[in-house]
């Protein structure tokens, strides 16, 4: 299956040009199903970065420099939540980051760290491990000399002036404000607890870059606070939220690497916009409104699980209304298919790749919720937004395959002439092709296709007809390897397979194989077998195909040889090549001794044809 072939119909000047009877072949969809491709990865074209849910962060960064203040901005990205306001609090947040078998923390500063009644002065480090039931802290000095040591069970809650550096044997951290404890748990999991203002100090920066317009780093302070608050952890647990992607990212007020090199993480734009915006959320139905946002949703947003989470167009995100520095909204990508293969059953090499169901939202149908994999192992269904994205390979679940060879076949038609050329201007786009690695493009008056072996070559008119009804690239002829060219009384294309030839008087059929090899041997269409009158016909044991001068039988035994005139006549009244003379075994030539006389041998005997005479049979 695949996509319609149909040329309009038109003829154009001369010969080469005639058209004849269209061909139409069902649509499918051929475009969203690519073989693996030789390269070893299928390039694609996509939108947008993220999921598409609520806010787009580049949409956000458009409306603002078009100046739309941040309520604006929130209110179209969350249609049906209001403005709402809640009042300063404690978040415990999960340092998963530095979960292990051991965690340090130090003051860096005059002010000492302080647990129960212990300090932890500055140039001392203090050791978090497990302990058989319980947790052991230990206070180091320089050269790892112990200054003291003592076993807790019960939660250790760590406060220091300056904030508290939580590190990692090899001194590379973040300092975080607040406190830090840790649960009574074998890996060492710290938890900062800080107000949820001070904590947003250390999120925001992480979501939108410092240099962003105010009014779209308002919106993500109060996006973020909003999302934070409607997703905290029930009472109870441990802590109320974690410090990665699957929460919010944090990373507190500094870093620092194990080399000693100190960045600051905060920067005064997002502090600014924090505090401008200091306990403001979105609601919904009196609560906190479940803020989702991604970095662009590439031009249309996608339908999440809340009523205000809606799939609709937005042109602030697409790759026409963007800023300019947004190099999300559309992108090129390659997809290894290496990367593709680790979904196969059992292991097996990738076959194909089809895109099967989308969600109606956005370019293309939207994006990708069903792939269907088809691996030598067997095939698999590949099901969600989040498995098209394939690990992060990819942006986003918004794209569609660049089918291979697209600039070849602009290339090809641009040097027959562009519009003004014997294809005419384009009606279909560069299409891929399912079966096997290559591409077409349809236009008025023909079509380009593209192999990687192949190159890219027009074929149009009756030769293109004859070559659809003989499986177009998927028959025996499989692609062209060059375009049209005239010849004496009509015109000719190879293919990978064979040829195509066409005469006004015939029509265009092909040559191939061991038979084309004995027409070509005999002077092609200029020799006494002429152009070809039919296709290749299959027979019992062997093929023939019919000249307009004779015919070519072929079969393991006896290869191709040619019949014509009054011998061909007499072996077909003797039942052809299933009566007692079999396969020609040579083709015609001449009796020596005898002039005018020719003579045909078969594997049952020979037929001799004299002009007095006629045509004589003799057995073996």
């Given at each position: ?24 072949v ?6 969203e ?11 694609v ?11 787009s ?7 603002a ?8 901005i ?5 249609p ?13 947040v ?25 300090e932890?002065?500055q ?14 802290l ?26 508290v550096?939580?590190?990692r044997?090899?001194?590379s951290?973040?300092?975080?404000s ?18 949820l ?7 925001v ?6 240099w ?10 109060v ?5 934070a608050?409607?997703?905290l ?5 441990p ?13 507190g ?9 100190v ?28 803020t989702q ?11 999440g699980s809340?009523?205000?989470l809606?799939?609709g ?5 697409s790759p026409?209304?963007?800023v ?38 956005g ?8 792939l ?27 794209w ?24 005419g201007?384009p ?17 008025e008056?023909?079509?380009v ?11 149009r ?10 499986g177009?690239?998927d ?11 005239p ?35 005999l ?12 296709d290749?016909?299959?027979l019992?044991?062997?093929?023939w ?22 011998i061909?006549?007499?072996?077909g ?36 044809w ?9 057995y073996?």
């Amino acid at each position: 299956m695949r996509l319609p072939r149909l040329l309009p119909a038109a003829v154009g000047a001369g010969a080469l040009s005639l058209l004849g009877t269209l061909l139409t072949v069902p649509a499918a969809q051929a475009a969203e199903t690519l073989p693996a491709p030789v390269s070893g990865s299928w390039t694609v074209e996509g939108r947008g970065y993220g999921h598409g849910y609520g806010m787009s962060q580049w949409g956000a960064q458009s409306r603002a420099v078009a100046g739309q203040d941040h309520r604006r901005i929130l209110a179209d990205y969350y249609p049906g939540t209001t403005v709402g306001s809640r009042a300063n609090r404690d978040v415990r947040v999960q340092l998963s980051r530095f979960a292990g078998p051991e965690v340090f923390l130090e003051t860096r500063t005059a002010s000492p760290l302080r647990v129960g009644a212990r300090e932890v002065p500055q140039g001392q480090r203090l050791r978090v491990t497990w302990d058989a039931g319980a947790l052991r802290l230990t206070a180091f000095a320089e050269g790892w000399r112990e200054v003291w040591t003592e076993r807790w069970t019960s939660v250790p809650v760590v406060t220091g002036a300056s904030g508290v550096w939580v590190e990692r044997v090899d001194g590379s951290g973040n300092r975080y404000s607040g406190s830090v404890s840790f649960p009574l748990t074998s890996t060492i999991t710290p938890i900062n607890t800080l107000p949820l203002e001070d904590y947003l100090l250390g999120v925001v920066p992480r979501e939108s870059p410092g240099w962003f317009a105010p009014e779209a780093l308002k919106a993500q302070a109060v996006a973020a606070r909003s999302y934070a608050l409607s997703t905290l952890r029930p009472a109870g647990s441990p802590f109320d939220i974690c410090d990665t992607e699957a929460c919010q990212v944090y990373l507190g007020v500094q870093s620092r690497t194990a080399a000693g090199a100190v960045t600051e993480l905060q920067p005064a734009t997002t502090t600014a916009a924090v505090r401008a915006t200091a306990g403001e959320i979105r609601e919904f139905q009196g609560a906190p409104a479940f803020t989702q946002f991604s970095s662009s949703n590439g031009g249309w947003s996608a339908t999440g699980s809340r009523p205000y989470l809606r799939a609709g167009e937005d042109p602030w995100s697409s790759p026409a209304g963007k800023v300019p520095q947004d190099t999300v909204a559309g992108w090129t990508a390659q997809l290894p298919v290496a990367t593709v293969a680790r979904q196969c059953p059992a292991g097996g090499q990738v076959r194909s790749l089809s895109v099967t169901r989308r969600d109606g939202q956005g370019p293309w149908g939207g994006r990708i919720t069903e792939l269907l994999l088809r691996c030598t192992s067997g095939d698999r269904t590949l099901s969600g937004a989040s498995v098209a994205r394939f690990s992060g390979a990819l942006r986003s679940s918004l794209w569609t395959f660049v089918p291979g060879g697209r600039e070849q076949v602009d290339a090809r038609w641009r040097g027959l002439g562009g519009d003004a050329g014997v294809l005419g201007r384009p009606t279909s786009p560069v299409w891929g092709l399912p079966q096997v690695e290559g591409s077409y493009q349809l236009f008025e008056r023909g079509a380009v296709y593209w192999s990687p072996r192949t190159g890219a070559h027009p074929v149009r008119g009756e030769i293109r007809n004859a070559w659809g009804r003989l499986g177009w690239e998927d028959g025996p002829l499989g692609f062209p390897t060059s375009a049209e060219a005239p010849l004496r009384g009509g015109a000719g294309q190879t293919f990978a397979g064979g040829s195509l030839l066409w005469s006004p008087a015939t029509g265009a059929h092909e040559v191939r194989g061991a038979i084309r090899d004995r027409w070509s041997a005999l002077g092609a269409q200029d020799g006494w077998l002429g152009y070809p009158v039919s296709d290749e016909w299959r027979l019992p044991g062997g093929a023939w195909e019919e000249f307009r001068g004779g015919a070519v039988y072929w079969s393991p035994a006896t290869g191709a040889h040619a019949v014509r005139g009054a011998i061909r006549g007499e072996w077909g009244r003797l039942g052809w090549e299933n009566g007692g003379l079999g396969y020609p075994t040579s083709s015609e030539y001449d009796v020596a001794g005898s002039p005018g006389a020719k003579r045909t041998d078969f594997q049952g005997g020979s037929i001799t044809w004299t002009p007095a005479g006629g045509a004589v049979v003799s057995y073996r």
